[in-house]
C-alpha cells in the first residue's frame, strides 16, 4: 500500500498561515484543513481494505502458488502499515472485521497440518459433488505465512488471541521440529511475536514443552549455525521478557534453562537476557547478535 499524496492536500499545506481573525474554529481555513483530514483517512481506510481482501483473497486459493501471492502481497502490504502510526490504527480497526482477520485464514489454509487433508471416507465416490482438493502447503508458503503472523500479533495485539483460538502453538511447534532452516527460523520469530504478554499463549508453550525443544536444537552442533544462533536469541528475547514476574506462567524458565544447558551457559543466559534496555533498536539489535554467539561459544565449550 503505497499512496501518493492528493494534489488539493499539498495545495492547502501551502496556503499562508491564518490571521489572529481567521484563527477561530469556524475560520474557512480550519473547515478545509478538517475536509482534508477526513478525506485522507477514507482513503487510506480504502486503501487497507482493498489490500487485505485482494491478499486474503489469493491466500484462500486452492492452489499454493496463488496463496503464495496473496502471503506476499499482505507482507508487503505490513510493512507499509508498519511505516505510520494513522495506517496502524486503521489496521487495527480492519481486524475487528470477520472478513478481513488475517491469523484466521493463515491457520486454516497456509499453516494447517497435512493430515487433516487425508480422506476420511469414500463418500465422494458415489455422490454428484466432485471432492475439493487444496494442494499442500509449500516450504515458501509456510515461511511467508508464518512471517505474516508475526506482522499482524506486532502491529495488532489482538491477534494474538485469534493465533490462541487456533492452537498456534501447539502448530508452530510442529514446524520447528519438522520443517526446515527457513521455516524454522520464521517459526522462531512468530513464536516470539504471539508470546509477547499473552498468558494464554506462554501457557500452551510451556505445555508442549517448547523450552525443550528450543534447547535441543541450540545443543545440537549438527543443526546449521545460523539456526542455533536463531534458538539462541530466543531464549534471551524470551528470559528478558518475562525476567522478574513471578506470576508469570513461565516463572520457572530459570530452572527449566539451567537444567536443559547447564550452570555455567544457564548464567550466562541470564546475565546477557537484560542486555542494554537504554539502546536504540539497532544497537539492541547488536547486541543481541553478539550475546546470542556468546551463549552458543559456552555451549560448545562445555
Same mark, same amino acid.
Given at each position: 500500500?503505497?499512496? $501518493? ?23 474557512? @481555513?480550519?473547515? =478545509? ?26 491466500a484462500r486459493a486452492e492452489f499454493s502458488f496463488l496463496r503464495v501471492r496473496g502471503l506476499r502481497g499482505l507482507l508487503k502490504f505490513l510493512r507499509s502499515v508498519s511505516e505510520s502510526d494513522s495506517a496502524i490504527h486503521l489496521f487495527s480497526q480492519s481486524q475487528s472485521v470477520p ?33 475439493? $482438493? ?13 512471517? =505474516?503472523? #508475526? ?34 527460523? !520464521? ?8 508470546? @509477547? ?8 508453550? #510451556? ?15 549438527? =543443526? ?26 513461565? !516463572? ?42 556468546? =551463549?552458543? #561459544? ?5
Open positions: 500500500m503505497y499512496l $501518493k499524496k492528493p494534489l488539493w492536500s499539498e495545495a492547502v499545506k501551502r496556503t499562508a498561515s491564518p490571521t489572529a481573525e481567521d484563527s477561530d474554529q469556524s475560520s474557512p @481555513l480550519t473547515v =478545509v484543513e478538517d475536509l482534508v483530514s477526513s478525506l485522507t483517512d477514507q482513503r487510506v481506510y480504502r486503501e487497507v481494505t482493498l489490500a487485505l481482501r485482494t491478499g486474503l483473497r489469493d472478513e478481513l482477520q488475517v491469523v484466521p485464514v493463515l491457520f486454516r489454509h497456509s499453516l494447517r497440518d497435512s493430515e487433516e487433508d487425508s480422506v476420511a471416507s469414500l463418500d465422494h465416490i458415489f455422490s454428484v459433488e466432485p471432492m475439493k $482438493k487444496t494442494s499442500p502447503s509449500t516450504d515458501a508458503e509456510v515461511a511467508l505465512a508464518l512471517r =505474516v503472523l #508475526e506482522g499482524c500479533c506486532l502491529l495488532h495485539r489482538e491477534s494474538t488471541i485469534l493465533a490462541h483460538r487456533h492452537k498456534a502453538i501447539p502448530v508452530l511447534m510442529n514446524i520447528l521440529s519438522t520443517r526446515g532452516v527457513a521455516e524454522q527460523d !520464521a517459526c522462531l520469530d512468530a513464536l516470539i511475536s504471539i508470546m @509477547l504478554d499473552s498468558s494464554a499463549n506462554q501457557m500452551d508453550f #510451556e505445555s508442549c514443552n517448547g523450552i525443550e525443544e528450543v534447547a535441543e536444537l541450540l545443543r545440537d552442533k549438527q =543443526v546449521d549455525e545460523n539456526l542455533r544462533l536463531k534458538c539462541g536469541e530466543f531464549l534471551l528475547l524470551l528470559i528478558g521478557h518475562v525476567n522478574g514476574r513471578d506470576k508469570s506462567p513461565m !516463572a520457572t524458565i530459570h530452572e527449566d534453562v539451567r537444567r536443559l544447558l547447564g550452570e555455567k551457559s544457564a548464567s550466562l543466559v541470564w546475565a546477557a537476557s537484560q542486555f542494554g534496555s537504554t539502546l536504540n533498536p539497532e544497537q539492541r539489535l547488536t547486541a543481541l547478535h553478539i550475546q546470542a554467539r556468546r =551463549v552458543l #561459544e559456552s555451549l560448545d565449550m562445555y
